[in-house]
C-alpha cells in the first residue's frame, strides 16, 4: 500500500521499551506505524524510547519478528537527518555510551519533545538542543518516577552561542535560576513563549541532583554573567511568560522590566519582594501590553496576592484564569475590566451567587469555562441567568451542575435570589400542571441557553445530578444554535432518544463533534446510517472517553 507524502510525514514511529518493573511480555518491545512503506526522503517525524539495559531482558528472549524490528529500527537512524520533529524519552539504566551514537544524526530538528529521568540523558538532550540551531519549539522535561527535581544552573549552556535565533518557545521542567533564563533570553532574539515549571530560586538555594544531602546548596560554579541590571539593558522580545512554581530570586523583577512586549502572564506562588516588585511593575506602567493573568491556586494561599490583580491599568484585561478565586478579586475584575474581558476561566468559585453578578457586568466575555468548589455540585438556578447577559459567547464550559431535586438543603451556600426564582415563575405557564420545581429549572435555563445564538462550543458536563437533554423538558429551545460545532453532554447525560439527534441534525449544520455518556445501540445505529460525518466520543462515569 502506498501513502500519500502529506501523510507519512505525520507519521510516528514508536518503539516502546521494555519496563523491568512492569510484567510486559519481552516481545513487545516495537510498536510502529506503516514501516512497511516507509519512505526516508518524506519522513518528518519521529518518536522513540530508548529501550532498558536490564537483567531481564536480553535479545535471546525476543522472537525472530522483534529482533527483526529492532534491525530495522536500527536501519531508521541512519536517515535520522531528515528527522524535523522529534519526541524522545530516555528511561532508567540507560547506559550512558549510549547517548553519543544514539543521538549524532539528528542535526536538523525544528521542534524537539524530551523527557530525561537522570542526569546523563538531561544533559544528552541539552547537547541535541546545542547543536540544533534551527530548533523552534523546545519542551524538555524532568520524568523521574519519583517526585525529585533535576536542578540546572548551567541550563543556557544549551543555548547561550548564540545561535538559536529562530527558538521561539522554550518549555522546561527543571529548578534553575532567574540568571540562567536572562542568558538564555540574550541569546534567542526570536524567543516570546517561555515555560517553567519549577522553581525559580537564587544560586545558593539550588541542589545539582536528588542524591545531594539536604540543604547543600549548588555554589562550585560561578553565577551566570549577565547585563540584565544595567539602565541601558536592552529588551528582549518575550510575549509569554509562565511561572509554575515558587519564586525566590529578586532578579526576576529586572527580567520582566526588558519585557515590555509581555501580554500573558501566569503566577504560582513567591516571596514578598517578587509580589511587591511586580505590583510597583504594573503600578509604574512598566508592562503596558499585559492583557492576560493566569493564577495558580497555591499563589492565592494568602488573600493579600489578588494586590496584583488590582495593579494592573484599568480597563485592560481580556483574559484571566484564576484557581480559587476570593470574592474580592471577583469584585475587582468586573470594577476594573468588565469592559474589556472576553476569555474567563475560574476553577473551583466558592460563591455562584456572586458569580451570577460578575457576569452580568462583563458583557463582552466571549468564552466561560467554570467550575464550582464546596460541593461537588451546585444548583442549576445559581448559574440560570449567568451568562446570559454575554449573548456573544462562543465557547461555554460549565462544570459540577446539577439540578435542586439532589441538592441537600444544607449544601446551598446561599438562599436563592428572587429574581432566579422570578424567572421560574414568569415562565410556569407554559409547562405542564404539576410540572416539578426542578424541571422548571432546567426549562428556563434551556431557554437561556437557546439565546446564545453564537456558540461554537458548549460543554455542560459531569454534573452530579444529570440534565435531562430532552424535547420535553426545554431541548427545542437551542434550536436557534445554528454556529453550535461541538457539544459535550459529560460522563453522565447524554440525548433522551433518536428524536434528539434528528433534532441535533436539521437544527445544528455545523455540528462536527459529539460527547455524551453511553448511546443505546439503537441511537448508536442511527447515527452510524444517518450522520456518519459526526465524530462521537462517549465517556464512562470515571471520565475516560472512547470513540
Not at 193 to 209: G, H, N, Q, Y
Not at 367 to 393: F, H, K, N, T
Request: with cysteine; aromatic share 8%; hydrophobic share 40%.
Amino acid at each position: 500500500m502506498t501513502h500519500h507524502p502529506l501523510e507519512l510525514s505525520e507519521v510516528r514511529l514508536h518503539i516502546a521499551q521494555y519496563l523491568p518493573l512492569a510484567d510486559h511480555k519481552a516481545c513487545a518491545l516495537v510498536r510502529k506505524a506503516w514501516y512497511d512503506d516507509f519512505q526516508p526522503l518524506i519522513w518528518q517525524r519521529l518518536s522513540f524510547g530508548i529501550p532498558v539495559q536490564s537483567t531481564r531482558l536480553s535479545s535471546s528472549s525476543l522472537d525472530d519478528k522483534a529482533q527483526q524490528q529492532v534491525r530495522e529500527v536500527d536501519d531508521l537512524y541512519k536517515n535520522a537527518h531528515l528527522v524535523k520533529h522529534l519526541t524522545a524519552w530516555i528511561v532508567h539504566e540507560t547506559a550512558k555510551e549510549q547517548y553519543e551514537t544514539l543521538f549524532e544524526r539528528f542535526d536538523h530538528l525544528v521542534t524537539l519533545e524530551a523527557w530525561a529521568s537522570d542526569r546523563d540523558g538531561w544533559e544528552a538532550f541539552k547537547e541535541l538542543i546545542r547543536r540544533n540551531d534551527g530548533l523552534q519549539q523546545v519542551k524538555l522535561n524532568d520524568s523521574s518516577r519519583v517526585w525529585r527535581n533535576i536542578a540546572d544552573p548551567d541550563l543556557h549552556t544549551a543555548l547561550s552561542e548564540g545561535k538559536h535565533t529562530q527558538l521561539r518557545r522554550l518549555d522546561i521542567t527543571c529548578e534553575t535560576t532567574v540568571a540562567s533564563l536572562l542568558i538564555i533570553l540574550e541569546a534567542c532574539p526570536a524567543l516570546d513563549e517561555l515555560i517553567v515549571d519549577r522553581s525559580l530560586a537564587t544560586l545558593s538555594e539550588i541542589k545539582w541532583d536528588s542524591n545531594q544531602e539536604e540543604g547543600e546548596g549548588y555554589t562550585n560554579l560561578p553565577t551566570p554573567s549577565t547585563t540584565a541590571t544595567t539602565t541601558s539593558a536592552p529588551t528582549f522580545s518575550l510575549q509569554q511568560f509562565f511561572l509554575k512554581a515558587n519564586v525566590s530570586d529578586p532578579v526576576l523583577i529586572d527580567l520582566l522590566k526588558r519585557c515590555p512586549r509581555l501580554w500573558r502572564l501566569g503566577f504560582n506562588a513567591m516571596t514578598d519582594v517578587i509580589h511587591q516588585g511586580i505590583c510597583t511593575l504594573l503600578q509604574e506602567g512598566l508592562l503596558p501590553n499585559l492583557n492576560t493573568v493566569h493564577f495558580a491556586r497555591q499563589f492565592f494561599s494568602c488573600p493579600r496576592h489578588s494586590d496584583i490583580l488590582f495593579s494592573v491599568p484599568p480597563q485592560q484585561l481580556r483574559e484571566v484564569e484564576i484557581e480559587d478565586p476570593y470574592p474580592d478579586m471577583i469584585a475587582a475584575l468586573y470594577e476594573l475590566h468588565g469592559e474589556t474581558l472576553e476569555r474567563v476561566r475560574f476553577s473551583h468559585v466558592p460563591n455562584p451567587v456572586g458569580f451570577t453578578g460578575f457576569l452580568l457586568r462583563c458583557p463582552k466575555i466571549k468564552q466561560l469555562e467554570v467550575s464550582v468548589s464546596g460541593q461537588e455540585y451546585a444548583d442549576i438556578r445559581y448559574l440560570i441567568a449567568s451568562p446570559w447577559a454575554c449573548l456573544d459567547l462562543e465557547v461555554l464550559d460549565v462544570k459540577s451542575l446539577g439540578l435542586s431535586k439532589e441538592v441537600p438543603s444544607s449544601d446551598i451556600e446561599a438562599p436563592l435570589p428572587e429574581w432566579i426564582l422570578e424567572l421560574a415563575a414568569d415562565e410556569k405557564n407554559e409547562y405542564a400542571p404539576g410540572c416539578p420545581e426542578w424541571e422548571q429549572s432546567q426549562i428556563v435555563f434551556m431557554k437561556r441557553l437557546g439565546e446564545m445564538t453564537k456558540l461554537r462550543k458548549l460543554k455542560i458536563g459531569d454534573a452530579k445530578s444529570s440534565l435531562t437533554w430532552s424535547l420535553s423538558t426545554g431541548f427545542a429551545y437551542l434550536a436557534e444554535l445554528w454556529a453550535l460545532e461541538e457539544v459535550d453532554f459529560g460522563a453522565r447525560s447524554k440525548v433522551d432518544s433518536i428524536a434528539e439527534l434528528e433534532f441535533m441534525k436539521d437544527c445544528w449544520p455545523n455540528l462536527q463533534k459529539m460527547v455524551s455518556a453511553e448511546l443505546a445501540p439503537g441511537e448508536r445505529k442511527w447515527l452510524d446510517e444517518n450522520w456518519p460525518e459526526l465524530t462521537v466520543e462517549t465517556k464512562a462515569a470515571s471520565g475516560s472517553a472512547q470513540e
